[in-house]
Structure formats: C-alpha cells, structure tokens
C-alpha cells in the first residue's frame, strides 16, 4: 500500500504535467514569450513559495543554513534543466503535443533514470541503489523491465507521430510544425531536462533536514524544488525577456485589445497546474524512495497524457488505422510499464 500510494501521487503529478500547457492555448493575442514567461513566474516562483511554506514552515532556516556548495550544485542543474524546460516549449510548438512530449520527454526518461544509477556505481551513497545492485534484486530487475517497457512505448508513440507527420503533409495541424527545427530543439531539451532529476539528488540533504526537524516527510523534496526553480526561473527569464526586446513585444503586457485579465489567469493557472507535477512527484518520491523509480514513473505518466490529449484534441484526426494502432500500442505498452515498476517497487516493502 506504501508503495501504491508512490505510484499514484507520481500519476496524479504526471496528470498535471501532461495538462499544463492546454490554458495557454487560450490566452490571446500575446507572443510565445510573454505568456511562457507570466506562467514560470506562477510556476517557478509564486506557486512553489506559497506551498512550500504551508508544507515546510521555517524552511527559509533550512536554506539559510545548507552548505552553499549543496545550493550551488542545487541552482546549477535548476539553471541547465531551465535551459531545457525552455526548449521544451518551443518543442511543443514546432512538433505537436503527443510528438513533442514523446521525443523530449523520452530522452529525459532515459538520462534522467539511468544516469544517477550509473554514477552511483563510481560514487556509492548511503541509501542509493546502483544499477549493478538493481540488476541483483527481484524488485530492481521489475523496475529495469518497467524502463525497458517505456522506451518501447515511448518508441512507438514517437513512431506515430513521424506516421502522421508524413500523412499530414500539406493539412493545417494547428501548431507551427516543423521537423528539422522540432528535433533539434527536442534532444536538447531531453537530455538538459533530466538535470531536475540531478538537482533533486543533489539537494538530498535539504530533504534530510525536513526530516531531522520532524516535519512532514512527505514533502521533504520541497525546499529542494524551490532552489531548483530559482535556477530554472533564472535561466527562462533572461530569454523570454530578449525575445520580448527583439519581438519589440513588451507591449503585451498591457494591451488592452488583448483580454489581459484572462490572459494573466490563464497563465498563471497554467504555471500553478505545472507546478503541480513536481509537488506530487515529492510525494511520491518520499513514499518510493527510488530516484530511478520515481522519475521513470513520472516522465511515463507524462507522455502517456499528454498523448491522450492529443487524441482528445483530434491531433490524429486524419490518419490511417496503421497509425491509430501504432499510438493506441504506445499508449497501452505505457500503462503497462507504470504497473510493472509499481510492482517492481512493492516488491521492496
């Protein structure tokens, strides 16, 4: 029940994950730049301070207090996972919902699991699993299947996409797409968003404060989140900022033509529903307590609702039943791996 309970706060997370980009497809007449920018100053700084501090009172002290080194590490993979969650929206922009979140979100699946595993071989931790120890145990050996699983799911879902992509060719598809600019931008974004899965291990030490001081264990990752989106916060502004000097797009802001009021609560919903993901996802991390486990669960989640969008939003609207069958494979094969490395994980208690 431990563990069950891991795996659907990581669902839930990976629900809000998946839906948080639908408000700013409403918000009207403002450039990419300044809704994505209004939306991470909900996301990264006003929605993650306001929780924080009802979860985790007194956790300014615990800031104050951590070794700067730790923040140091903490903001620099916030900084490059920023890098990352920029392009990712740029990504969504040029591919679509379901080929978007299937290529970026795959490759931090991968780096973002699979690394720490790794590094933990070269650099043993107290409480860290390595992936030679993983491969040892019944439950590690479910979680590795689980991961493999994903990929195959994942594989087939970017494997559609391509599908309707060709087919398509010459429709309107109501986004900007573009393949050459979409993939380029795609693999940067997976590989530099798995760095948020670093931070957290990174900052396990402020997690282990939460804890020592006898608040809930259940949002130890919080204080964490909020350095890590410090850097990530850094890293968006600054670009959204020059893209609203070169777009000469600072007059969004105030725009009575456009509906302001409805534009700010809309990104400001769709920056709270973002933040969402990671909120549960600490929660879900503190009943796993699995790095891999967790993230794989997470960015799974994320890619199988975001598919599912793009099938509520007739994406696939216009293709034939070789390419509905290849996506409905990748999405069943997706919910098949959250199962197996939920399994994989009650195995352990």
């Excluded at 069950?4 to 497809?25: E, N, T």
């Excluded at 929206?89 to 720490?116: D, E, M, Q």
């Excluded at 409805?262 to 400001?268: A, T």
Aim: glycine share 12%; hydrophobic share 50%; net charge positive.
């Amino acid at each position: 029940m431990y563990a069950l309970f891991g795996v659907i706060f990581h669902v839930i997370g990976g629900v809000a994950a998946g839906s948080f980009y639908m408000p700013y497809k409403k918000v009207k007449k403002w450039n990419w730049e300044s809704y994505w920018i209004v939306g991470g100053i909900s996301a990264w700084l006003i929605v993650p301070l306001i929780l924080t501090a009802v979860t985790v009172p007194g956790f300014s002290e615990i800031i104050k207090s951590a070794p700067q080194n730790i923040l140091g590490y903490v903001f620099l993979f916030g900084v490059l996972w920023g890098i990352g969650g920029l392009t990712f929206g740029l990504g969504i922009r040029y591919l679509g919902l379901s080929l978007g979140n299937s290529l970026i979100l795959g490759l931090s699946l991968v780096f973002g699991a699979l690394t720490p595993l790794v590094f933990y071989i070269f650099y043993p931790m107290a409480g860290k699993a390595d992936l030679i120890q993983m491969v040892q145990t019944r439950s590690g050996q479910f979680v590795i299947v689980g991961i493999v699983l994903s990929m195959i799911g994942i594989f087939l879902c970017g494997k559609a996409g391509m599908m309707k992509e060709k087919q398509i060719s010459g429709q309107k598809t109501g986004t900007e797409f573009n393949l050459k600019k979409g993939l380029l931008v795609a693999i940067l974004s997976g590989i530099l968003s798995a760095c948020f899965n670093y931070g957290i291990e990174a900052g396990k030490s402020l997690a282990e404060e939460v804890i020592h001081l006898g608040l809930n264990p259940l949002f130890q990752n919080n204080v964490t989140f909020v350095v890590l989106l410090w850097g990530g916060l850094l890293t968006n502004l600054i670009w959204c900022l020059f893209l609203n000097y070169k777009n000469k797009s600072f007059k969004d802001y105030s725009n009575t033509n456009s509906p302001l009021f409805k534009n700010y609560f809309l990104c400001f919903l769709a920056g709270a529903i973002w933040f969402l993901q990671f909120f549960f996802y600490g929660m879900g991390e503190s009943r796993l307590g699995n790095g891999a486990s967790s993230w794989v669960l997470h960015m799974t989640a994320i890619i199988l609702i975001g598919n599912l969008w793009g099938v509520f939003l007739k994406e696939w609207k216009g293709v034939n039943k070789r390419t509905k069958l290849t996506i409905s494979m990748g999405i069943l094969i997706l919910l098949s791996s959250i199962g197996v490395v939920g399994y994989g994980n009650s195995l352990s208690y």
